[in-house]
């Protein structure tokens, strides 16, 4: 391999390595919670105010001073004077004197006075008879209480949970459902975050035709736009599909002219090969340097031999050109998109499991000085990967049944049964 050398053939690495050394995460943006779910902060989240934001009761029960149901049991229990009742959200308190309770609910503000929580288990609740169950005796005037309590016993303190301007959130964190849920509990409706990447992936080839019409002699459905644009999905982007665009370079580049607009990456599929109509090829090779640059290569794998990938428009929009044939688009995009994506959200850009599983019945040849990736099942118990499919690059079907890349080494031409392999493990 001779650097400098413009057919030399790159390794997977090599490939990936550039694309990566070419993209900058996105500018970071306020967000609403919601539409930053699955994002990164950009900002040290710090909390405004303590929460809990005051001492509030963890049980339904009554709010007592403790030194009145000190002793306390069902037969000799303490009976207090109910003074009032606190809901969640209550903003007006009674105070709690000696020999005095006040009724009290899950989340209620400790009232004035009151040391601790009986739970209403733990009372008649004011109906005079045995233990209660519910808080069904409102309005009654008297409680009698079964049992003693700690002081704070059933109270959720002020700030137990966070305090005034704790650091609850550093930047750098991925905003799942929790990290949202903490956000809304502090207050804060929108955060600085790297955004979801918009991807607009385009398909090549006067053949496609979209699902749902018929196909004439010789043309297929455009199934590439589709996957591709769920892989995008799967990865974390807004993806946009545009339907497929003619063999036409012209018609090609004004499409991308008008979709650049709207794209953080921009993903084409098929026309990157060495045939007659390979229009990406064409229409992207040797750019004026104004408009950016997309290099064509060949790879040392299979499938997904042939690839592009450049910067192009006035922001240098990453443009990933993708093999057509459809298990070369989904594995480049594997291998080569989804880590670019996930690095302009800010995101490692790995993050498949890879294992080693053994493979029982061994693969009979593989392409030699290529790094092969046949598509098969894992099975954890077992720790075992089974071939689906064979190695060709139309297989949708066998795709659609894997959950796992195999991957085998440039140097291997066969792999024995039993051996050892790399599956790469798939949503
Ligand atoms: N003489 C050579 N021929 C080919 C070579 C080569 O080195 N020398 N490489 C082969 C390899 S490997 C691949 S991969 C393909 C890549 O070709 P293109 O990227 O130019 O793709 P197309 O020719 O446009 O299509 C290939 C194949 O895939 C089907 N296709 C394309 N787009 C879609 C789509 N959106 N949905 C479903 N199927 C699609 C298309 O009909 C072709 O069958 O080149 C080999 N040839
Ligand atoms: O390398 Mo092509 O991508 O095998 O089918």
């Known amino acids: 391999m001779k650097p400098g050398r413009a057919d030399r053939v790159w390794s997977v690495d090599e490939h990936l390595a550039d694309i990566l050394g070419k993209i900058r995460p996105l500018e970071p943006i306020a967000l609403q919670l919601l539409d930053a779910q699955g994002c990164v902060l950009t900002e040290d989240v710090t909390a405004p105010a303590a929460l809990p934001p005051f001492d509030n009761s963890s049980m339904d029960g009554y709010a007592v001073r403790i030194a009145d149901v000190e002793g306390a049991s069902e037969e000799f229990p303490a009976v207090l004077a109910v003074v009032g009742d606190v809901a969640a959200g209550s903003g007006e308190l009674p105070a709690v004197g000696p020999g005095e309770a006040a009724r009290i609910m899950t989340g209620a503000p400790l009232p004035p006075g009151a040391e601790a929580v009986v739970p209403v288990e733990w009372t008649d609740g004011g109906l005079g008879g045995g233990p209660a169950t519910t808080m069904a005796g409102s309005g009654t005037a008297e409680v009698r209480v079964h049992r003693s309590v700690d002081a704070r016993a059933h109270v959720r303190a002020r700030g137990s949970d966070v305090t005034a301007g704790e650091l609850v959130l550093p930047a750098g964190t991925l905003l799942g459902p929790a990290q949202i849920g903490l956000l809304a509990a502090i207050g804060r409706g929108t955060v600085s975050v790297r955004p979801r990447p918009r991807v607009v992936v ?139 994506l996930r690095a302009l959200m800010g995101l490692e850009p790995a993050d498949r499991t890879t294992v080693r599983a053994v493979c029982p019945e061994g693969v009979a040849s593989s392409p030699k000085g290529r790094r092969q990736y046949l598509r098969g099942r894992h099975d954890p118990a077992t720790g075992e990967v089974t071939l689906v499919g064979g190695s060709g690059s139309h297989l949708v079907k066998a795709l659609a049944g894997a959950d796992a890349l195999i991957v085998v080494p440039e140097d291997a031409t066969s792999v024995a049964p039993g051996a050892e392999l790399d599956a790469i493990l798939l949503d």
Do not use: W
């Open 202 to 340: 385009v398909s090549t080839g006067s053949e496609l035709v979209p699902p749902g019409e018929s196909l004439a002699h010789g043309q297929i459905h455009d199934s590439n736009s589709f996957m591709l644009t769920a892989c995008a999905r799967a990865a974390g982007a807004l993806a946009y599909r545009v339907g497929a665009v003619d063999d036409d370079p012209a018609t090609l580049r004004a499409a991308l002219e008008d979709q650049l607009v709207r794209a953080d990456a921009v993903v084409t599929s098929g026309g990157v090969s060495v045939g007659a109509y390979d229009v990406v090829k064409e229409a992207l090779s040797g750019l004026p340097a104004e408009e950016g640059r997309v290099d064509f290569r060949r790879l040392a794998m299979q499938p997904g031999k042939p690839q592009g990938f450049g910067r192009i428009g006035p922001d240098r929009t990453p443009l990933f050109a993708l093999p057509g044939n459809p298990v070369s688009s989904y594995v480049s995009f594997e291998l080569f998109v989804r880590p670019a």
